[in-house]
């Protein structure tokens, strides 16, 4: 098992910026990637980025250029740098974790972006 905590999130003015961060503990040796969804009201969960075991990064195309997604290992800690936040990237944001085909997922954390 893989147990996820995310933090960061909060209320913004847009141009602004958040960093989130994502603890992973447990089972984590053999984690393939750490990614970054979010939810939206009404809407479906939609990847934002994703890093890999190896630090290859991608990201949706609708933050590609803004966000940055980062780890560091020693603290087994993810994170997501959000720049030039929009209103439109308000949204729950969830930290998962690839480990033997399954997706861990952390709890999520509010990010509003006010016009």
């Known amino acids: 098992q893989v147990q996820l905590v995310e933090s960061g999130g909060g209320l913004v003015q847009a141009g602004g910026s958040l960093r989130l961060s994502c603890a992973a503990s447990?089972?984590?040796?053999?984690?393939?990637?750490m990614r970054w969804y979010r939810q939206a009201p009404g809407k479906q969960r939609e990847f934002v980025a994703q890093?890999?075991?190896?630090?290859?990064?991608n990201y949706a195309d609708s933050v590609k250029g803004r966000f940055t997604i980062s780890r560091d290992n020693g603290k087994n800690t993810v994170y997501l740098q959000m720049n030039s936040l929009k209103p439109e990237d308000t949204a729950v944001y969830y930290c998962?974790?690839?480990?033997?085909?399954?997706?861990?997922w952390g709890q999520g954390t509010q990010v509003t972006v006010s016009s």
């Open positions: 890093i890999t075991s190896s630090g290859i990064t």
């Open positions: 998962a974790a690839l480990r033997s085909l399954t997706l861990y």
């Open positions: 447990g089972s984590i040796s053999s984690i393939t990637a």
